[in-house]
């Protein structure tokens, strides 16, 4: 009887861990199934950690900078391990966060910068790769209510990283003033990137 008690137990509170790619697969198979529990689709909820199996990540860790419509940009792509969003949450993740400042290129002010924001209000959190791809997406919010979407990121073959910014097509508020401009480059627009030494 301990046996089984003991056995039980262990299915009750059975853990997984899946790679960030195994993840993204699970999850769209799932949310673009017309009857996913018919299907008998896994649902992944028994999966506690999101890891970085292959280390895809490190690739783009370090700080970039690149110039666009005369704005300066800098980078701080940061790997985090096992991140938790609430401490009490039943998953963690191997994610990137992004420190980023923005300067106009004639006059050198601080055009936005999350620098000085704490890590979970930093507004520039590392979601998961596109499908097959090798873009990388991270969920970004600005100055201001409308300024929330998804940004894209990209190595091609130079070297250089290529980063663009879609808003979210449901976005509608009146917090942003008029003539407000997205402080990202919103797609098809993105910012070409040299990684510093």
Known sequence: LLFFLVVANGIAFAQRTVSLRQFEAIKNAYRNSPDPVAAGLDEGDDITYVKDVDNELNQFVGVWKGDFNSKNYEFNFVKYIAHKFKATDDISFDLLMCIVTVKDNTTNNVIYTNLNKPVGLKGFTGANFQGNTNIYTLNFSGNCY???????????????????????????????????????????????????P
């Not at 190595?155 to 449901?170: E, H, Q, R, T, V």
């Not at 003539?179 to 070409?192: A, K, Q, Y």
Request: hydrophobic share 35%.
């Open 146 to 196: 409308n300024e929330h979407g998804t940004v894209f990121i990209d190595i091609k073959a130079n070297g250089k990283m290529s980063l663009s910014f879609s808003i979210a097509p449901d976005i509608q508020s009146n917090d942003c003033p008029n003539g407000f401009t997205p402080v990202l480059p919103v797609s098809p627009n993105h910012v070409i990137l040299t990684k510093q």
